[in-house]
């Protein structure tokens, strides 16, 4: 545990801090499509990823939902820390992208760490910038970008997260991201592999515009 926690984040965190995130920190390892966390759920702990990807996403009234943002390695996820820190609700639903390994951190140590090492209060708030830009590409790409072009900034972004071309999804899981119908991304998709940015084989997706 220790190593993984040294890899990933001993470059932004002091040993003492280190020493203390292990100590408090619950170790689990999550399969690929497991419900992380889901809205409505009181935050207790915040993850930190130590190998893996997480997709964040958003729901309607109607149950629809949509992919906020994604996160991998080396993240956190600052709606939970803000979440957490009152123990509200959440407002997201998590969910593992690829086979995931977190170590979970209990809320009220993350208020006391806060104050007491820079690293961490650093660490948080370069969090809140990353995941704020991370929302504002979502509002650009829903309000200027065409539908195939959403489609295949999703799956160049899945490509980076997972650190595999080849993506292992359905039709309709894309569909459920992106907010739409399955047969309209069947046609996208068609239409993205006669352009020669993806090829589709029969259990995956392989991203060739990177």
Known sequence: MRESLQQHYGYLFEDALLAEIEASGSHKNIPQGQTIMDIGETITHMPLLLDGAIKVLREDDDGD???IYFLEKGDTCAMTFSCGMGKNKSEIRAVAESDTELL???AENME??????????KF???SYHTRMMELLET???LAFLRLDERLLKHLQDKAKVTHDDSIHTTHQE???DLHTSRVVISRLLKKLEKEGKIEMHRNHIKVLDL
């Open 139 to 141: 509002v650009d790409a």
């Open 65 to 67: 939902e949509l992919l």
């Open 104 to 106: 979970m951190v209990p």
């Open 174 to 176: 894309i569909a459920y």
């Open 112 to 121: 006391i760490w806060m104050a007491k090492y820079p690293s961490w209060q």
């Open 124 to 126: 948080i708030m370069d």
